[in-house]
């Protein structure tokens, strides 16, 4: 075995150690199929600089699959997920992988990136699985097919844990949970978080702090649930959570 595939190998144990879980055979190749569908894509537009040993592995699969360690641990429980703004299809496409009986939609406003997404989908086998939808969240949000509808609704790194939070929580059902992917976290954003949820019949679940392997850094995850069903105001027009921020 050469010295870099035994780094690979070394540096993905690692990974799986980290997330008390193992990709099959088949996940493995379906990773590894949609990493080198990055790279080629990234050629015609600009999706992410994240594509490269480490980068990937760590920063993208890694990043996207520890926040939900504890659903890992039952890989073939059924539930619908929304990742919000996905992009390069993190983390909803890693989920997707690592899910095999559940149904994710991905939803982003370009539709070039929407565009990869279907591709990508269909390339490495998960088009029956994979919903794509060109929407900004804000009229998703409001669409009676996607409100309400979800267990699970995720965003990574999208804008400030408050306005995200105003994307998330119409999308989740009754005992549906938002994830909010964050590098730092601080009190006062908690404080801020805490008064935003209130408006939205919700409210922080616990908060949860991972250091990812190979000197990525920290990651704090947000899980929120639903009190109540969500204000039927909520979300706002386009641009306005994020003009006027909830929470203040």
């Known amino acids: 075995m050469s010295t870099d595939k035994k780094n690979r190998t070394v540096s993905h144990l690692m990974i799986w150690n980290e997330l008390k879980w193992a990709p099959s055979e088949k996940q493995l190749a379906q990773f590894i199929h949609l990493q080198e569908l990055l790279k080629e894509w990234n050629k015609k537009i600009n999706l992410t600089r994240l594509v490269d040993g480490d980068d990937f592995w760590t920063a993208q699969v890694c990043d996207s699959l520890l926040p939900l360690y504890e659903e890992l641990q039952h890989p073939e429980v059924s539930h619908k997920y929304i990742d919000i703004g996905s992009g390069c299809g993190f983390p909803g496409i890693a989920i997707a992988i690592a899910m095999p009986n559940s149904d994710i939609t991905l939803l982003d406003s370009s539709s ?9 989908s269909k390339e490495i086998g998960l088009d029956s699985r994979i919903k794509v939808v060109t929407e900004r969240a804000e009229e998703a949000g409001r669409n009676p097919i996607f409100r309400s509808n979800f267990d699970y609704a995720i965003a ?72 109540n069903k969500c204000p039927h105001q909520y979300p706002r027009s386009i641009g306005k959570p994020k003009k006027q921020p909830l929470g203040y």
Request: net charge positive; proline share 2%.
């Open 112 to 120: 070039k990136k929407t565009t990869f997404l279907k591709e990508v």
């Open 156 to 227: 990574r790194a999208v804008a400030s844990a408050n306005v995200v939070a105003e994307y998330l929580v119409p999308f989740l059902n009754s005992t549906g949970q938002a994830l909010i992917f964050k590098g730092s976290w601080s009190e006062a954003e908690q404080q801020i978080l805490k008064k935003a949820l209130a408006e939205l019949n919700a409210e922080i679940q616990r908060t949860h702090e991972f250091i990812l392997p190979n000197n990525r850094g920290i990651r704090n995850i947000i899980r929120i649930s639903s009190i």
